[in-house]
């Protein structure tokens, strides 16, 4: 039977000076942590963005990795993380999304950890900077904001002059959840010529159709990546203008979609969809 220890949030709180305990004995190097367990999918994206690749040793259940890395060990995730397998791997530093588990984290210990804030655009622009640190390449992180922005003000100057629709954001349709105003897309669709019908201030709000289409959504955006179609399932939903003009777009859910250096690429995909015929 395997060892492995799952734990609930309220456990692998509890459990936080063994993980440490275990993780100190070795610290990073004067150029750079050599030995990195990444436990959210957004710093392992930045961090292979920055060409860190080779320096993880660990990711979250929940990451996406190039071929070459896709035999890294899984580590859970940052609430539920599997313990003996992350002090097996000894890392010399730590990194996930800033929040409560890595306040906990950072309580009364030499570890090495980077916990950036992934909320906004502006976010993880600026969230580039720590991990670059971290690897002692602070070139790298300033070389990947200028390739970002530079695709932003591309998409930018091509959807200029062009009417924004109002969209909707369907990220989970069993139940029926939605991004709101302080969702990361909400700062996505502006990026793609759009903007959020969702009126709601919960960043993920439960909602039903009829919700939907008293927000009265000219596109849908359909990121569940269940089936049938949404099309298809909201087919007699009619009064919603989305619906009655076929209007829905629905993408494969994947790390681009994500908090991410991705984020250009979402935002071109979306673009594109949005707006036929633009040229990026």
Known sequence: M??????????????????IAACRTRSPSPAGATRIVSLSPATTACL???????RLVGVSDLCELPRDRSALPRLGTMVAPRLDALRALRPDAVVMVEGPCHEAFTRGTSLSMVAPRMET???????FDPL????????ASRALRASLDARLARIAQALAGRARPR?????????LVLAGRNAWLDGLLPLAGAENAVSSSTPYPLASVEQV???V????VDLSGESPSLLEAWSDRTAIPAVANRRVIAFVPSSRWRQGPHLADAAADLARALHPGISL
């Open 217 to 220: 959504p000219e596109v849908i």
């Open 48 to 54: 292979l963005a920055l060409g860190a690749g080779a």
């Open 167 to 175: 969209v909707a954001v369907v990220i989970r349709r069993t139940p």
């Open 213 to 215: 289409q008293s927000y």
């Open 132 to 139: 670059a640190a971290l690897l002692g390449t602070p070139d």
């Open 2 to 19: 395997s060892s492995t220890v799952v734990l609930s949030r309220r456990h692998w709180m509890a459990a936080l000076p063994a993980v």
């Open 121 to 127: 655009v502006a976010d993880v622009r600026a969230g």
